[in-house]
């Protein structure tokens, strides 16, 4: 799930657009916020944020796929659309304005998560059983990165946590920073801390998370030369974020209220906006 504030301005610079008051905006981003208090691992609060969830009680139960998660969100915006649409024809603008915020928040959603599993029953639970994941999904919900990647190794020798992440530069040629740190404690010594800095032409990262063999020396960002590691990974995550994505998520924001109100015609588009 983007964070709240990214929700709540996409949502209300969309509906300015369109000729919603402020008023109206606010209301639509407090609705489209309170999306975000449905956490559950079932697939019919997933699919709100675009992402897989179980179906299915007791042990018939089972994760959805990411083709049938398509289809369930196709069908939630769907059902959505004609909600909204029913509501601007019988004049009720409040309850409009409602649904359209909490539509946005999947459309949204769907830009940044790409139907991933939540197998959680909450953010609690999530931190609680997976804190790498979480760790990773909260830097990439900002988002702000290309990429964000981790690991975490364990050697007869040593431990080693690894975490790399890539940020945007504010300039139009294609250029990222790459940071990567790595902490290490060997087993009755004392931690060590390493850190390499990078820009590059796109992306720095290419392949896979650096988790390596403590006695390893750290190789610049993107490089293909990594030696092999000798560790097995304790847990290892990549969460890929495009330039493009938050674009995308306004954009596909914008098509969906026009849809609106294309449906709705000019004298009960103007009804709904008071105008």
């Known amino acids: 799930m ?15 657009e ?57 069908a939630l915006l769907k059902k959505a659309e004609a909600d909204i649409m029913r509501a601007i024809r ?46 990773m999904h909260g830097v990439r919900d900002l988002c702000l990165i290309r990429y964000v990647s981790g690991g975490y190794a364990a050697t007869p020798q040593a431990g080693a946590l690894t975490m790399e992440t890539g940020l945007r530069l504010p300039v139009s040629t294609p250029v990222s920073m790459g940071l990567r740190g790595t ?35 750290p190789v610049p960002l993107g490089s293909a030369h990594a030696s092999p590691s000798l560790a097995q990974p304790l847990w290892t995550y990549r969460i890929r974020v495009k330039p493009q994505e938050l674009q995308q998520a306004t954009e596909q924001s914008r098509s969906f209220v026009r849809r609106l109100q294309n449906a709705a015609g000019p004298s009960d588009w103007r009804r709904l906006i008071g105008h």
Not at 38 to 43: D, E, G, M, R
Not at 104 to 110: F, V
């Open 2 to 16: 983007a964070i709240v504030p990214i929700h709540k301005q996409v949502t209300k610079t969309v509906l300015a």
């Open 18 to 74: 369109f000729g919603f008051s402020e008023n109206m905006q606010e209301a639509a981003a407090r609705a489209n916020a309170a999306v975000d208090e449905k956490q559950n691992n079932i697939a019919t609060e997933t699919n709100l944020h675009a992402m897989r969830g179980y179906v299915g009680s007791g042990i018939q139960s089972r994760m959805q796929t990411t083709p049938e998660t398509r289809v369930a969100v196709r």
């Open 90 to 135: 019988e004049g009720s603008r409040e309850r409009a304005v409602l649904l359209i915020g909490a539509a946005l928040h999947t459309i949204q959603d769907r830009e940044i998560h790409h139907y991933e599993p939540w197998p959680y029953e909450g953010i609690a639970n999530a931190v609680t059983l997976d804190p790498g994941y979480m760790i």
């Open 183 to 217: 902490y290490r404690q060997h087993y009755g010594g004392r931690p060590e801390w390493i850190g390499l800095l990078s820009v590059c032409i796109g992306d720095c990262h290419q392949g896979r998370p650096a988790t390596r063999r403590a006695i390893d020396p």
